[in-house]
């Protein structure tokens, strides 16, 4: 049986803008909070425990980028990089990054397209796993 929410978990040292996106993401039932963390290192232990289905990850976060985080997690969620820098965007990342909102979000079409977007990939692999 396929999942109806999926998880969701926030990496970012600018607690401002971290709560605004919670609070953003809140009209989405589809998607749970599953925890907020503020650096890379308690980022990358709550990421590996939970293993979130989503996760929304500042490019910049005190001594890592988002690149370093990304390769050493044992289990990749679908990932959103999100920065103040939109030059950000434009940078090789791995496979799994989705998507890249700029910081702060003035656009809620594109957030909703691509929760939307999102979620639909999840729930296809939720029923896939499901088989």
Not at 40 to 65: A, C, E, H, Y
Not at 90 to 96: A, D, I, R, Y
Not at 108 to 125: C, D, E, H, M, N
């Amino acid at each position: 049986m396929a999942k109806n929410t999926f998880s969701y978990v926030i990496v970012d040292d600018d607690e401002t803008w971290s709560l605004t996106l919670k609070k953003l993401l809140s009209n989405y039932p589809q998607l749970d909070f599953s925890g907020y963390f503020t650096d890379s290192v308690s980022g990358l232990m709550g990421i590996n425990r939970i293993q979130p289905d989503l996760l929304f990850l500042d490019w910049n976060i005190d001594t890592f980028k988002a690149p370093d985080i990304i390769e050493t997690l044992e289990t990749k969620p679908i990932i959103v990089l999100i920065s103040s820098d939109p030059d950000i965007k434009n940078q090789k990342v791995e496979s799994n990054v989705f998507a890249f909102l700029e910081k702060p979000i003035s656009n809620q079409k594109k957030l909703s397209l691509i929760i939307r977007q999102i979620t639909g990939v999840l729930q296809a692999s939720s029923l896939m796993d499901s088989m």
